[in-house]
């Protein structure tokens, strides 16, 4: 079983960047496209940008698109997420995962807490 462990994540100024790190176990990470999620305060848990296996290809949500930029060094196991132009609605801890048609592939990791505010 992949175990994920997320990091980055702190308190921000709206406006602010924040650059969230995601390292995976194990040996299969590269096979497999990876995502990130979020869950904000009172919210379900939501997609916010997938990668493709070999890091070539990517999508966003579109709440998201033109502020983040998801990419990957699959030498080192790693995902990551930088986020610019933060605003108080990205507030949330923010998880990392590969996903499946069923869901996810793997058990979540602790997650990593974001917050904007002024």
């Known amino acids: 079983q992949v175990q994920l462990v997320e990091s980055g994540g702190g308190s921000v100024q709206p406006g602010g960047s924040l650059k969230l790190s995601c390292v995976a176990s194990?040996?299969?990470?590269?096979?497999?496209?990876m995502s990130w999620y979020r869950q904000g305060p009172g919210k379900e848990r939501e997609l916010v940008a997938t990668?493709?296996?070999?890091?070539?290809?990517?999508t966003y949500t579109d709440s998201v698109k033109g502020r983040f930029a998801a990419s990957r060094d699959n030498t080192r196991n790693t995902l990551y997420l930088q986020m610019t132009s933060l605003s108080p609605e990205d507030t949330a801890v923010y998880f990392c995962?590969?996903?499946?048609?069923?869901?996810?592939?793997?058990?979540w990791g602790q997650g990593t807490q974001v917050t904007v505010s002024s």
């Open positions: 194990g040996s299969t990470f590269g096979k497999y496209g």
């Open positions: 995962n590969a996903p499946s048609p069923g869901g996810v592939l793997w058990s």
């Open positions: 990668i493709s296996p070999v890091g070539d290809f990517s």
